[in-house]
Antibody
Framework: QITLKESGPTLVKPTQTLTLTCTFS??????????VGWIRQPPGKALEWLAL???????RYSPSLKSRLTITKDTSKNQVVLTMTNMDPVDTATYYC?????????WGQGTTVTVSS | QSVLTQPPSASGTPGQRVTISCSGS????????VNWYQQLPGTAPKLLIY???QRPSGVPDRFSGSKSGTSASLAISGLQSEDEADYYC???????????FGGGTKLTVL
């Protein structure tokens, strides 16, 4: 059974850097074709894809947020980490991680991050 | 402004068939497969359809997907009250080099 769980701070101040961790089980990020991505959803708004990292360390970022995002993986720990710099109140959202494989994906439950001073 | 365009709302009565459209371009739907997600209130999105028309295990066959050119559709037949949710389409975009979503469609069961 594939499971993913997001963790990180629930509250960050403007200009701070957000670090989120996705801890997963039931698959390996060293398996060919597997990727883990991050998606966010501001309150009452649509989903927005942020970043994706593949088994071979290929990384893809949302063009609009690329300068602020870094995605890394630790295969031995079954974790993917997303950092987002210079946080702003508009970045308040629920952040999800998801496993991507063979056209399908499995999502975590999400973690809510509020940006406020 | 979402890259993929969906109607903001849809509705139907129990037992009815409803369809939700998703319009894109040659760089996304036109050249890649489409996924559909169901998001019940207060929960994470759940994969409903992948690769245009495939259902993951456990998804009822009342849900079906199709794609033609740069548009895709999700059809729900035998509408039930528990189908009331937000529905999102998604596809890879070759120009942006990232997955893109539709703006979501809120389905109301009258």
């Amino acid at each position: 059974q594939i499971t993913l769980k997001e963790s990180g701070p629930t509250l960050v101040k403007p200009t701070q850097t957000l670090t989120l961790t996705c801890t997963f089980s039931g698959f390996s990020l060293s398996t060919s074709g597997v990727g883990v991505g991050w998606i966010r959803q501001p309150p009452g708004k649509a989903l927005e894809w942020l970043a994706l990292i593949y088994w071979d360390d290929d990384k893809r970022y949302s063009p609009s947020l690329k300068s602020r995002l870094t995605i890394t993986k630790d295969t031995s720990k079954n974790q993917v980490v997303l950092t987002m710099t210079n946080m702003d109140p508009v970045d308040t959202a629920t952040y999800y991680c998801a496993q991507i494989y063979g056209g399908m994906d499995v999502w975590g439950q999400g973690t809510t991050v509020t940006v406020s001073s | 402004q979402s890259v993929l365009t969906q109607p903001p709302s849809a509705s139907g009565t129990p037992g009815q068939r409803v369809t939700i459209s998703c319009s894109g371009s040659s760089s996304n739907i036109g050249s890649n497969t489409v996924n559909w997600y169901q998001q019940l209130p207060g929960t994470a999105p759940k994969l409903l359809i992948y690769s245009n028309n495939q259902r993951p295990s456990g998804v009822p066959d009342r849900f079906s997907g199709s794609k033609s050119g740069t548009s895709a559709s999700l059809a729900i037949s035998g509408l039930q009250s528990e189908d009331e949710a937000d529905y999102y389409c998604a596809a890879w975009d070759d120009s942006l080099n990232v997955r893109v979503f539709g703006g979501g469609t809120k389905l109301t069961v009258l």
